[in-house]
């Protein structure tokens, strides 16, 4: 079992920043890659940016060249730097990690961002 901790979410201006983080803990010597999703109201989930251990990441087209995922793997975190922020980027972003065949999230944390 690995229970994941979000932080770092807000209200912020169109063009502002925010940098969300995320800790996993318990049984993490096994977890393949980290990311971060986000749901809107009446929409999807849907992937925002993932990393793997190795370093390979993903990244929606709509958030490219605005978001930029980082892992630190011996630390078992993974934050999410949120830059040039839109008022579509208004969610709940939440924390992912896979192990194998199984994912963990978060709680969910809220971002915000006003025109």
């Known amino acids: 079992q690995v229970q994941l901790v979000e932080s770092g979410g807000g209200l912020v201006q169109a063009g502002g920043s925010l940098r969300l983080s995320c800790a996993a803990s318990g049984n993490t010597v096994s977890i393949n890659a980290m990311g971060w999703y986000r749901q809107a109201p009446g929409q999807q989930r849907e992937l925002v940016a993932s990393v793997t251990s190795g370093g390979t990441t993903n990244y929606a087209d709509s958030v490219k060249g605005r978001f930029t995922i980082s892992r630190n793997n011996a630390k078992n975190t993974v934050d999410l730097q949120m830059n040039s922020l839109k008022p579509e980027d208004t969610a709940v972003y939440y924390c992912?990690?896979?192990?194998?065949?199984?994912?963990?999230w978060g709680q969910g944390t809220q971002v915000t961002v006003s025109s």
């Open positions: 992912n990690c896979r192990m194998f065949w199984l994912d963990y």
